[in-house]
């Protein structure tokens, strides 16, 4: 059996090309012991990714040039040397960026039955939701009535981390650029604010405007001028979770940090970075608390839907363009 995937033909400068995205196809080997084939139905594409294209080793490896690229995907077991998995078993693994994946079954999991879209499991029931929840429950501290901020609200982490907010009672205020995303925050019972057109002083202002009693959590996930607004209006003791500074991923040169830092220490603020797989053993309450509000029409959440495996690196690049309502995905044709 033949396997179509995507391999790295070089590390990239500054926002990737088109071009460095391979498509190879390759005869598999033999099923070896432990081993499970696996035809994808859905790839995930994440801006962490980007941190793989640069042969640098951070919290996970990079990418290497010319093998096989990786990611979240969802498919079909069609054949298994493996006890725990038979064919026809629908799963989850990182064997994405290709059609058919041929990995380890320790890296395989069951997914989880509580009746929804098997995709949700790469977004809001995925990786992207259980970085929402982790930022605010377990970096934050977020508490009923607070005031929370949120960059990149409508992406698959933001809009996930609003609701999440709103559920607990806090008021919300939400960072994004389109006006179909700032209507869908709305919507939410979110206070959006754009930040198109906007310096960081302007956007500061209107931040005031949408949440004049402050802000005690702010969900980063941009950097650059959404976050030195946001250290403009703290309140005392205010919590940063950094999930991420998309804004900065395709510098080529490094990227000044915000000018007013020192709000941290005026405001007795705490900012802390934090990475989502160093807290999966947590993954259990995550589902509990939010796949039955998911089930119940509760969570409102939105996919961008490209399809066939050859759109994956333009799906890719759509998340630096703000290409992407709610999580960028990619279906596979079979």
């Known amino acids: 059996m033949q396997s179509r995937f995507f391999t790295l033909s070089r590390y990239p400068e500054g926002r990737p090309e088109r071009e460095l995205f391979e498509l190879e196809t390759q005869t ?47 498919g079909d077991v069609i054949a298994s ?27 395989v999991q069951a997914l989880p039955d509580f009746g929804v879209d098997e995709q949700a499991y790469l977004g809001v ?65 979110v206070e959006p604010v754009s930040y198109r057109d906007r310096n960081a002083q302007e956007l500061s202002d209107a931040i005031q405007l949408a949440s004049p009693k402050g802000i005690d959590v702010v969900f980063e996930n941009v950097g650059g001028i959404c976050l030195e607004a946001a250290l403009s209006q703290l309140n005392e003791g205010a919590r940063i979770a950094v999930c991420g500074m998309i ?46 509000q998911v089930v119940d029409g509760k969570i409102d959440y939105k996919e961008t839907v490209k399809q066939g495996l050859e759109s994956t690196p333009d799906a890719f690049l759509a998340l630096f363009e703000g290409g992407n309502t709610g999580k960028m995905l990619v279906k596979l044709d079979h």
């Open 28 to 74: 598999l080997p033999d099923l070896a012991p432990g081993e499970v084939r696996i035809r994808n139905r859905w790839l995930s594409v994440d801006p962490y990714m980007r941190g793989r294209m640069t042969g640098v080793h951070t919290y996970v490896a990079p990418f290497e040039l010319g093998n096989p690229m990786e990611g979240g995907a969802i």
């Open 81 to 107: 040397h493996d006890e725990r998995f038979k064919e026809g078993d629908l799963v989850g693994h990182m064997g994405g960026w290709r059609d058919i994946a041929q990995i380890p079954a320790d890296g």
């Open 125 to 189: 029931l995925g990786m992207p939701g259980m970085t929402a929840w982790t930022g605010l429950n377990l970096i934050a501290n977020c508490q009923p009535g607070d005031h929370v901020l949120v960059s990149a609200a409508s992406g698959a982490v933001g809009s996930l981390a609003v609701q999440l907010a709103k559920a607990k009672g806090c008021h919300v205020v939400g960072i994004a650029g389109a006006a179909n995303k700032l209507a869908w925050l709305e919507s939410l019972g």
């Open 247 to 292: 804004d900065s991923y395709n510098a080529k040169t490094p990227v000044p940090g915000p000018s007013n830092l020192s709000q941290l220490v005026v405001r007795k603020a705490r900012m802390q970075g934090f990475i989502v797989a160093d807290h999966w053993k947590h993954y259990q309450f995550f589902l509990n608390e939010v796949a039955p």
